[in-house]
């Protein structure tokens, strides 16, 4: 699938599964009209032809030979870049919380969906954009953020917390 277009498509998964599968190129350069050659892939094919054709056959060969190329560090960087644009949750993280992967710092998971809550209103996300708090708590303990969990008891009762993670302020 080839999407191309002036606006990307906004992207709610934030599994790796949906961003390693995705290749942003960009196509920053505009040509002036006046520049713009409407007999460019006859004028390549006329004098380019040979070498183009070897240059495409040379590079299956290779990717053949080696089971991938890679991508260009210039897509690595725009997919990073796009997915931290998308990554409302992180942004929220940054803004709130320290991530610190000490099992020893724990928030309540209950305050820590609240405070998402309000943030996601005062950044103007919409309630289709805001996850439930179980899908919420999945995203926290996934392979991006990887927050843990345990139950702790508070007067006498049992408390969701996530581990790993401290407010700001603390």
């Given at each position: 699938l080839l999407i191309a277009g002036n606006n990307h498509p906004t992207i709610k998964d934030s599994s790796d599964g949906t961003w390693r599968r995705l290749?942003?190129?960009?196509?920053?350069?505009?040509?002036?009209?006046?520049?713009?050659?409407?007999?460019?892939?006859?004028?390549?094919?006329?004098?380019?032809?040979?070498?183009?054709?070897?240059?495409?056959?040379?590079?299956?060969?290779?990717?053949?030979?080696?089971?991938?190329l890679g991508a260009p560090l210039s897509v690595v960087e725009a997919v990073k870049e796009?997915?931290?644009?998308?990554?409302?949750?992180?942004?929220?993280?940054?803004?709130?919380?320290?991530?610190?992967?000490?099992?020893?710092?724990?928030?309540?998971?209950?305050?820590?969906?609240?405070?998402?809550?309000?943030?996601?209103?005062?950044?103007?996300?919409?309630?289709n954009d805001v996850p439930n708090s179980i899908k919420f708590g999945r995203e926290l303990g996934g392979d991006r953020y990887k927050l843990g969990t345990a139950a702790v008891n508070v007067d006498g009762r049992k408390v969701r917390v996530r581990t790993g993670i401290k407010n700001l302020e603390s």
């Open positions: 290749q942003r190129i960009m196509c920053v350069g505009k040509i002036a009209e006046q520049d713009k050659n409407k007999n460019l892939i006859e004028l390549l094919v006329a004098e380019e032809g040979p070498g183009i054709l070897r240059w495409a056959v040379d590079g299956a060969l290779a990717w053949r030979q080696l089971g991938d796009y997915r931290d644009e998308e990554d409302f949750i992180g942004r929220f993280l940054l803004e709130r919380y320290v991530v610190t992967g000490d099992a020893g710092d724990v928030v309540s998971a209950a305050n820590i969906y609240q405070d998402f809550q309000v943030w996601a209103a005062l950044n103007g996300l919409g309630k």
